[in-house]
Nanobody, 123 residues
Framework: QVQLVESGGGFVQAGGSLRLSCAAS????????MGWFRQAPGKEREFVAA????????YYENSVKGRFTISRDNAKNTVYLQMNSLKPEDTAVYYC????????????????WGQGTQVTVSS
């Protein structure tokens, strides 16, 4: 059983920063791509960022490019999302996602998900 547990969400003013963490267990973490998604109230879940198994390929949704950074520490089985210059539009529940491939793809939802962590950005 693959388990993903997010942490680091909270309340922050516009322009501030947060770092989300996702701890993984139950499989060989280093062999698979990981990602972050988010879902705002009344909206569909959307892709935010992803990182390949060896951190050589990074992917970002256009609205977060230059502000968010995804990284991973395979020795700790943990993936991070550093969020800078936060905007009220970033307010959402953020979900950690585990893929069954070494690289990010968009043809099907990732098979593994965390419970989510709330990020609220005030104006």
């Amino acid at each position: 059983q693959v388990q993903l547990v997010e942490s680091g969400g909270g309340f922050v003013q516009a322009g501030g920063s947060l770092r989300l963490s996702c701890a993984a267990s139950g499989r060989t973490f280093s062999n698979y791509a990981m990602g972050w998604f988010r879902q705002a109230p009344g909206k569909e879940r959307e892709f935010v960022a992803a990182i390949s198994w060896s951190s050589t390929s990074l992917y970002y949704e256009n609205s977060v490019k230059g502000r968010f950074t995804i990284s991973r520490d395979n020795a700790k089985n943990t993936v991070y999302l550093q969020m800078n210059s936060l905007k009220p539009e970033d307010t959402a529940v953020y979900y950690c996602a585990g893929y069954s491939t070494r690289y990010y793809h968009d043809y099907s939802p990732p098979p593994y998900w965390g419970q989510g962590t709330q990020v609220t950005v005030s104006s």
